[in-house]
């Protein structure tokens, strides 16, 4: 019997080529050094904004020709990315504390002290009260704050801060008066009294409600 030839041809074979080692590496921190800078960029956190830096910065001195050529950006851009998103939130806080500064005004006609010379107010508490209206909804209102502060500035604040729905009502007795949904009693007590991020007021002049 004739044997079958083998019909094979060793010139068509396709030669195994390995992958290289270090692309998925490569990939990876690519892949972190420009998602770590837009993360501390939108969470405002410095924390990953420093780490981003320090990451973006070693992978940028520790860049081989070969990476250079692979990569699809370079990676000194990760280092300004990086930059730009601790910049920017050091800006946002910067506008944030200038926010609360802008509420604090000077009053032209408040009485000064005789002896230091300091300006001061008539002795008026301010009221934090809580309504009950449809059902379990409730309201706070706020009555009495100094005409030295802007209320309207002061509601945005309020908002943006405890994120809650909020308004301000005239009223021929009271005056302005200031109405939030739910209970935001203690919130809006620790906001008038805050050194830092708040109104400062002395927590003597604040009596807060109940039912």
Known sequence: MASKKDMRRIDLA???????K????????????????MAAMFTRNRMIGWVSFVFSLQSWLGETPEQKKSAATPAYMSVLMSLMALVVGRLRRKAEFMSIENLKTFDPFAEADEDTGETKQ???????????????????????????????KILKVIKKKFACNGTIVNDTEMGEVIQLQGDQRKDVQEFLTDKKEGLELDAKTIKVHGF
């Open 22 to 37: 270090d692309k998925n590496e490569a990939d990876m921190s690519g892949a972190m050094s420009s998602t770590m800078p």
């Open 14 to 20: 396709i030669p195994y080529i390995e992958p290289p």
């Open 122 to 152: 008539s002795q008026n508490y301010i009221h934090i009260r809580i309504q009950q209206r449809n059902g379990r909804k409730t309201l706070t209102t706020v009555q009495g704050l100094p005409k030295k502060f802007d209320q309207k």
